[in-house]
């Protein structure tokens, strides 16, 4: 059954001419009592939305989602069965996204810039029938591929250390889903986040790079570049 769902997805890039679809996902696939109902990803986007008053309200997110969207700043993937959208990661440029009210609220601050060009994953979210048929395996196979293409260096994402009971509340995806894709850690940050990172070298550069990544940040409870 699993393999015969990841047979049939097609994974795409999230873009204004798919926004209905993308917004039907959140209004329609997700229960209203999950954490991800009409959250619409507001909260993770290359810009700085700090400023952003009544994102509490589903109705200013869809809003400032629709805008994010339409700028290209909101940034991920959509996972379709057929013509229907079963699955959604969200994945943007680590330094365009830095400034975000999400991605400060998962280091506990403000990303220091880098030159180095990478990819963050920030959420995943999966409708409940097809949850444990791997869709958020497929989805993050295919931006690692996209991230390579895009002359990316490495792929973060910053799951939880400890899983919430509520499998709706992990988010951020499971620390197995990334070592299954080859990520490491390479530190946590001071709200519960471990650092997974891919490098898109080839196996001698990412081993080198991975060990000197470790050894720069040891065992600090704080994680920055």
Known sequence: METDVCSRLTVVPLTPERLDDFLAFFETA???EEWGYRCYCAAFCGKDNCSEEGMEDPEVRREAAIRYIREGTLCGYLAYEGDTVVGWCSANDRNASRKCFGFRWILGGELTETEEKAMSVFCFEVAPAHRGHHVAATLLSHLIEDARALGCKFVEGYPLR?????VTENYSGH??????HGFRPIGETPNGHTVMRKMLLDKADAGREIDRATKSRGKADRYDD
């Open 30 to 32: 997700l229960p209203e």
């Open 162 to 166: 400890e899983s919430p009971e509520a």
């Open 175 to 180: 620390i197995a889903l990334y070592e299954k």
